[in-house]
């Protein structure tokens, strides 16, 4: 597409305020997302770090996860970051019996893997097909990937320390996921990636 595209940011809790400056700057419209008929009129969304749990039970409550099924399985372009990633998974390991997210992304990951908000730590992380220097990466209480399915690309790996190899950040289709908050930064080369990726779809 021409011009610039809208993307909406999940705003039921977590860093919603970070991504639509992130996405700003990334060269979108951004704006936040609460109610299924503003999910209609975006080309792209973000679902923000956050608390999935709380997120999960919200998305019911505000009456947008059959919204968002619907958009994903028509190919709408999706990042989801920290808790956005359980989102987007086929399978949540360590998360509540009655937790529920998108299914969008064949994918295990792990809930809290890396510990608790006291364990929470920075990492360089290489993104593939993000060009210059690695990404200064903040994990805060966050998942990592113990599996990916067919389709799913592995876009970055934690490449030093006890956690090295984990995978955190994957990409399959149209759907984006990291484990870590690029917003929280101001390196905002992964949201101009996801902009891309939007302009490109739609």
Same mark, same amino acid.
Request: include cysteine.
């Given at each position: 597409?021409?011009?610039?595209?809208?993307?909406?940011?999940?705003?039921?809790?977590?860093?919603?305020?970070?991504?639509?400056?992130?996405?700003?700057?990334?060269?979108?419209?951004?704006?936040?997302?609460?109610?299924?008929?503003?999910?209609?009129?975006?080309?792209?969304?973000?679902?923000?770090?956050?608390?999935?749990?709380?997120?999960?039970?919200?998305?019911?409550?505000?009456?947008? %996860?059959? /919204?968002?099924?619907? =958009?994903?399985?028509? *190919?709408?372009? !999706?990042? #989801?970051?920290? +808790?956005?990633?359980?989102?987007?998974?086929?399978?949540?390991?360590?998360?509540?019996?009655?937790?529920?997210?998108?299914?969008?992304?064949?994918?295990?990951?792990?809930?809290?893997?890396?510990?608790?908000?006291?364990?929470?730590?920075?990492?360089?992380?290489?993104?593939?097909?993000?060009?210059?220097?690695?990404?200064?990466?903040?994990?805060? %209480?966050? /998942?990592?990937?113990? =599996?990916?399915?067919? *389709?799913?690309? !592995?876009? #970055?790996?934690? +490449?030093?320390?006890?956690?090295?190899?984990?995978?955190?950040?994957?990409?399959?289709?149209?759907?984006?996921?990291?484990?870590?908050?690029?917003?929280?930064?101001?390196?905002?080369?992964?949201?101009?990636?996801?902009?891309?990726?939007?302009?490109?779809?739609?």
């Amino acid at each position: 597409m021409s011009g610039t595209p809208v993307i909406g940011v999940l705003a039921l809790q977590g860093d919603v305020r970070e991504h639509v400056a992130a996405l700003t700057a990334a060269g979108a419209q951004a704006v936040p997302v609460r109610r299924p008929r503003e999910l209609e009129a975006v080309d792209g969304l973000v679902i923000p770090g956050g608390e999935s749990t709380t997120m999960s039970r919200l998305v019911d409550v505000f009456e947008l %996860r059959e /919204p968002i099924d619907k =958009r994903i399985v028509g *190919g709408l372009p !999706v990042y #989801g970051s920290c +808790a956005g990633m359980i989102m987007l998974a086929t399978e949540v390991l360590d998360g509540r019996p009655d937790q529920r997210g998108f299914d969008g992304i064949s994918m295990t990951v792990r809930r809290n893997a890396f510990g608790r908000q006291v364990d929470s730590f920075e990492a360089p992380v290489t993104i593939t097909g993000i060009a210059g220097d690695p990404f200064h990466a903040v994990f805060i %209480r966050a /998942p990592w990937v113990e =599996r990916v399915g067919e *389709g799913v690309q !592995v876009l #970055g790996q934690v +490449a030093d320390g006890p956690s090295a190899g984990r995978i955190v950040a994957v990409r399959q289709g149209n759907l984006l996921a990291t484990s870590f908050h690029p917003e929280l930064t101001g390196d905002v080369r992964l949201h101009r990636y996801f902009v891309d990726l939007v302009r490109a779809t739609a």
